[in-house]
Nanobody, 127 residues
Framework: VQLQASGGGSVQAGESLNLSCKST????????MGWYRQAPGNQRESVAN???????SLVDSVRGRFTVFRDDAKNTLGLQMTSLKPEDTGVYYC??????????????????????WGQGTLVTVSS
């Protein structure tokens, strides 16, 4: 399984960016998905999470500005970021809890669930 994050870039304060994270591989299903960010010199923090039922949680600092969404048909997670601020600068990582299946001879299917991380995409917001 691989998670590929994209959409980062350099913008001015007040502008918008859209991040995307696509999961590929032998995916049986995907549970909780989320976006995390790590600013220079800081710990990685949770920004937004979305459950398989569509329940969303956002860190206070982005509420009202960021929207997280998922497309389970495409195994994709998105993050729409508006009114960006310099403090939003950091590397954004996607994370997903995925059940990965293995197709065995004789038609038996087994699966294992685990958390997977994308490689990160850099967002830089200038004042």
């Amino acid at each position: 399984v691989q998670l590929q994050a994209s959409g980062g870039g350099s913008v001015q304060a007040g502008e918008s960016l859209n991040l995307s994270c696509k999961s590929t591989g032998n995916i049986l299903d995907i549970g909780m998905m989320g976006w995390y960010r790590q600013a220079p010199g800081n710990q990685r923090e949770s920004v937004a999470n979305i459950t398989v039922h569509g329940s969303v949680s956002l860190v206070d600092s982005v509420r009202g500005r960021f929207t997280v969404f998922r497309d389970d048909a495409k195994n994709t997670l998105g993050l729409q970021m508006t009114s960006l601020k310099p403090e939003d600068t950091g590397v954004y990582y996607c994370k997903a809890n995925i059940r990965v299946y293995t197709d065995h001879e004789g038609g038996t299917l087994t699966w294992v669930g685990a958390d997977y991380w994308g490689q990160g995409t850099l967002v830089t917001v200038s004042s």
